[in-house]
């Protein structure tokens, strides 16, 4: 679990700063959102607690409310 985060610092001060500069501040702020999901995600993973997939929700969205069925 240390190792994710040192990670994530160290990927975080060279990804972010470029964004320094006052007119960046959006882009700070969104990248660094992405980041903490990214995070959170990988901290969720590194301490072997499933995730489940998008594609599975996804797919039953589309054969349950959509009625849309595939072969």
Excluded at 55 to 60: F, I, K
């Amino acid at each position: 679990m240390r190792y994710v985060i040192i990670v994530f610092i160290i990927i975080a001060i060279v990804d972010l700063s470029p964004f320094s500069k006052k007119d960046k501040r959006k882009d700070f702020y969104i990248t660094l959102m992405i980041m903490m999901i990214a995070l959170a995600l990988s901290s969720l993973y590194a301490l072997d607690i499933k995730i489940p997939s998008p594609v599975v929700g996804l797919d039953n969205f589309i054969r349950n409310v959509l009625k849309i069925a595939y072969k």
